[in-house]
Nanobody, 115 residues
C-alpha cells in the first residue's frame, strides 16, 4: 500500500522560509511523478509545484522564483523549499504521487505565514 507522509509545516513570519518533506513508502518512488498542492480555507486545492520522474519541474505562477521542488529517489522523498513566504501562502500543503492511472495523496501539513 502506497503511503505519503508530509512533514515540515509550521508557523513562520512573512519573508521566512520552510522546507516541506514528503516521504513515500510501499512503492517504487522513482517511477512516480510527484507534486505539491495546497488548499486554503474556502478555496479549491491548487497545484503548487510538480516534478516528473525524469526531473522536469513546473510551478504555479504565484510561487515561481520563491519555491523549489526537488526529489531524492534514494530517500524516497520529495521536498518543497519555500522562501520569501507571504501570508497568502497560508494553506494546508498536500503531497501527491501519480503513476497513471493511480493518484495518491498525503494527509497534509499546515503552513501558516503571519504578517
Amino acid at each position: 500500500q502506497v503511503q505519503l507522509v508530509e512533514s515540515g509545516g509550521g508557523l513562520v513570519q512573512a519573508g521566512g522560509s520552510l522546507r516541506l518533506s514528503c516521504a513515500a513508502s510501499g512503492t517504487i518512488f522513482s517511477q512516480y511523478d510527484m507534486g505539491w498542492y495546497r488548499q486554503a480555507p474556502g478555496k479549491q486545492r491548487e497545484l503548487v509545484a510538480r516534478i516528473t520522474r525524469g526531473g522536469s519541474t513546473n510551478y504555479a505562477d504565484s510561487v515561481k522564483g520563491r519555491f523549489t521542488i526537488s526529489r531524492d529517489n534514494a530517500k524516497n522523498t520529495v521536498y518543497l523549499q519555500m522562501n520569501s513566504l507571504k501570508p497568502e501562502d497560508t494553506a494546508v500543503y498536500y503531497c501527491q504521487g501519480r503513476i497513471l492511472p493511480y493518484t495518491y495523496w498525503g494527509q497534509g501539513t499546515q503552513v501558516t505565514v503571519s504578517s
